[in-house]
């Protein structure tokens, strides 16, 4: 196993505070879209409670009764000197930023700066299944370039992709996830270069949805696209949400790159009404304080990613899983298994155990399953119990 470099003293686990008859009393989508017999490691929501720091300022507002409207810049002022410490990036101005109601919603309202009606939009997939909801919705088109074989970004295929959606016609961009969801990649600072270098070369707009960016174990360093060479022109969706956990709690920040600042001045005024007011207040103490508790979570996702190899090494072996550096998702390639494009589905039809189906996430996620390492060692264990035996239920291979 890798060196974590955030391991700290003191702050206990947060994945092993919790019981399952705990968590079960949770009325949120993990807990709730499936009965009680399932066992959920499905939608991105951690088992976990919440940071001190997080309980406390949520708490204040409501013994306060501060739960009016969003004012000042204190979020972008956390974020900017999170960024700083942790990523060693001191380019975050705080006058090029906007808070947006949530990261998806940021990504619509910076595709809607850069691109129009029917414009084309590039993917990498397999990738969020939302990435293609949202560019639909919004009437713009998806392309994609999906991921190479090593889950990394294709810079053959993105510059092809770039060259034939440019040939003769107007704008486009590239909806970059940073790091990756599913596959937990932390993209190198060379490799964003070459992206950026790409993206002008072909007047590619490049907006970058960074969430799982304090989500990064082991040696590997996250790098935000706007401070590398050729950068400046990007946007960024940045938030706590995932760090922290805080999904219920709606906020996020749009930051611009030097050179993109007039395009995000461009956004209407009323978007910034959407996030709440008391999201806001979380996630700026998240950042400001929640440091020590971001570090036990990571060192505890590092352990699962290796009891998760172990585990599926062990019983699953037809399983291919190749721990990511970023995010807590393990993307498993379950084609050995005979089971069809939707192993999830059978994993959860005879195993009762909830997975995320593959197929959503676009090309390449056929007979794939997602699955959330957010969960306590001993949910794990049973959720792998689980899975081996659904396998063996629907005939397949275990390997
Ligand atoms: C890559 C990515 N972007 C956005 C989101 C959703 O963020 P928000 O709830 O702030 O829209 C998620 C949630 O899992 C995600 O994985």
Redesign the pocket.
């Known amino acids: 196993m890798t060196r974590n470099p955030h391991e700290t003293s003191g702050e206990p686990n947060p994945l092993r505070a919790l019981d399952l008859e705990t968590l079960r009393r949770r009325t949120s989508m993990k807990w709730r879209t499936h009965p009680e017999d399932v066992l959920p490691l499905w ?2 929501e951690m088992d976990v409670p919440l940071a001190e720091p997080v309980v406390r300022a949520v708490t204040e507002a409501m013994e306060l009764g501060d739960t009016g409207y969003p004012a000042g810049t204190a979020y972008a002022e956390a974020l900017a000197a999170f960024a700083a410490k942790r990523w060693d990036w001191g380019g975050l101005a705080v006058e090029r930023t906007a808070i947006v ?7 619509v309202e910076m595709l809607k700066l850069v691109t129009g009606y029917g414009d084309p939009v590039v993917v990498n997939p397999p ?2 299944p ?2 293609h909801d949202f560019v639909r919705n919004l009437d713009r088109r998806v392309v994609e370039a999906p991921l190479g074989g090593d889950a990394r970004i294709d810079l053959d295929v993105l510059e092809d992709t770039f060259r034939r959606i440019t040939a003769g016609r107007g704008r486009a961009a590239y909806l970059l ?1 940073s790091p ?2 599913p596959t937990g990649t932390v993209h190198t600072a060379e490799e964003l270069t070459a992206v950026a270098a790409l993206a002008e070369r072909y007047g590619v707009r490049v907006v970058a ?1 960074e ?2 960016a304090p989500l990064v174990v082991g040696d590997a360093r996250f790098v935000p696209y706007l401070s590398v060479q050729g950068g400046e022109r990007g946007l960024s ?1 940045m ?1 706590a ?2 760090g922290w956990n805080l ?1 219920g709690l ?3 920040l749009a930051v611009a790159g030097p050179e993109a600042a007039g395009d995000l001045a461009r956004m209407p005024e009323e978007v910034g009404h959407g996030p709440s007011h008391v999201g806001i207040l979380a996630h700026t103490a998240a950042l400001r304080d929640g440091t020590a508790w971001l570090d036990a979570l990571l060192a505890g996702l590092e352990a699962n990613r290796g009891l998760l190899a172990a585990l599926l090494a062990e019983r699953l072996p037809g399983i291919r899983y190749r721990p990511g550096d970023a ?1 807590y ?1 393990a993307w498993l390639d379950c084609r050995a298994l005979g089971l069809g494009d939707d192993p999830a589905q059978a994993f959860l039809e005879h195993g009762r155990v909830a997975l995320n189906s593959g197929l959503p996430f676009g090309s390449g996620g056929a007979g794939h399953a997602r699955l959330n390492l957010a969960a306590s060692p001993e949910v794990l264990e049973e959720a792998v119990r689980r899975t081996a035996a659904a396998v063996e239920r629907a005939g397949g291979v275990r390997g």
Do not use: E, Q, R
């Open positions: 939608v991105a109601p949530d990261v998806m919603l940021g990504v990738v969020y939302p990435f996830c990756h969801n949805d969430i799982h969706l938030s949400s995932k999904a709606k906020a996020a995010t998702l």
